[in-house]
């Protein structure tokens, strides 16, 4: 569990400019927030290290399995999400309040994520997450390298829903140790609630739209990357961690997050959108083209169906039956021609401009003004 020294630390960073790097998102969290991720790193691994030794002494098995979900924890990973909850607190306690006080609670969030990503691996058939086999496809290689019988595959999945399910109910354990009063922690937790429950409904759409691409169309691409990611990405952190400094629910500084949530949390999705398609796997840690090979209706490829001609249309139309690398980038490239991700660049550009105009007024710590101001753009500019 991170001490109070890391907390003073992160207590007097100031503005400064991101260190040379090439992924804007790491040299601002480098320049702001380096204490804060040490902290959430330290906090999650001391609180796993003690849960994986429980669940080790109900059977050997479990050993394995409890590892399995440590180790999604802990492969990597930015920790947006604690970081917007992290600038959410800050703005409205300014430079007091101790950072150990909440640090569980920001924590928790990593593992709500880590829930929403090994779950999301299984429902997408994907192969890869940060570099490496995603859980279900690990477990999967597991069972074969032990000889098990069954099902490798479907054995794979089971473990990596168990694996998420764990994640889930260990953040609200770990959230349960914040030492802010009961009756604020409550309220935290509401919003919390809030934040589950428009993730699993983004996520139905997510789904319910590669079965219903007919039905569907860019302004509901755009609802489920609302509800899918920019709510529990960054809207529900930055309000979860006003909520933990008890800020009034009904006040200006929460419109201000929620109007900046929703703009950022839906450029953060655009871009990775884009990245899905024309993104480097070396930095992304993903292959490219997985949305291309599934047909995933996005708002990149609902715009690139719209905006095609009859040649680019058919083309389009093979998306979600394609698999050869050199299919996929001729893919890619069609939806470069039909003019989709220039425009989705510029649909960024208006999200960044809309949430910097939210906090232009914001009734916020000056020193959170400049960090949101800073993720607001990295977070839409990144590379992986």
């Known amino acids: 569990m991170a001490n109070d020294a ?30 804060l991720v040490t902290g959430v790193d330290d906090t999650l691994a001391a609180f796993l290290a003690a849960e994986v030794d429980a669940l080790a002494e109900i059977d050997a098995a479990m050993g394995g399995f409890a590892a399995t979900a440590r180790d999604s924890v802990l492969a990597g990973g930015k920790r947006v999400r604690p970081t917007f909850a992290y600038w959410g607190w800050r703005g409205v306690v300014g430079g007091d309040g101790p ?12 593992l709500l994520h880590t829930f929403a990503l090994v779950h999301d691996d299984v429902m997408d058939a994907s192969d890869v997450r940060r570099g490496r086999p995603t859980a279900h496809r690990a477990a999967a290689a597991r069972h074969r390298a032990a000889g098990h019988t069954g099902d490798p595959d479907r054995y794979g999945e089971a473990v990596a829903v168990l694996v998420g399910d764990l994640c889930m109910v260990w953040a609200d354990r770990l959230m349960g140790r914040a030492a802010v009063p009961p009756d604020r922690l409550l309220d935290v937790r509401r919003c919390y609630d809030q934040m ?171 020193t959170a003004r400049t960090a949101l101001t800073g993720l607001a753009t990295a977070a839409t500019e990144r590379r992986s």
């Open 6 to 35: 890391v907390a003073d630390n992160a207590l007097r960073v100031a503005p400064a400019q991101p260190e040379a790097t090439d992924d804007p998102v790491h040299g601002v969290l480098a320049a702001f927030t380096q204490d």
């Open 99 to 110: 950072l150990s006080s909440v640090l569980p609670a920001l924590s928790a969030l990593e």
């Open 196 to 366: 589950r429950v428009e993730t699993v409904a983004g996520q139905f759409l997510d789904v319910l739209g590669e079965h219903d691409a007919a039905n569907w169309s860019v302004d509901r691409a755009l609802r489920v990357a609302r509800y899918k990611t920019a709510s529990y990405t960054v809207q529900r952190p930055l309000l979860f961690g006003a909520g933990l400094a008890g800020a009034d629910a009904d006040g200006p500084l929460t419109a201000a997050y929620t109007r900046y949530g929703l703009a950022v949390g839906e450029a953060f999705q655009l871009r990775d959108d884009l990245l899905g398609v024309f993104g480097d796997p070396a930095t992304t840690g993903k292959p490219a083209g997985d949305d291309l090979r599934t047909g995933k209706p996005t708002p990149l490829l609902m715009l690139a169906r719209q905006l095609a001609d009859p040649a680019q249309r058919r083309a389009l139309d093979r998306a979600g039956s394609v698999g050869g690398a050199r299919e996929l980038t001729r893919l890619a490239d069609v939806v470069r021609d039909t003019g989709a991700a220039a425009r989705v660049e510029r649909m960024i550009s208006e999200r960044v401009a809309e949430a910097l105009s939210a906090l232009d007024t914001a009734p916020i710590d000056e």
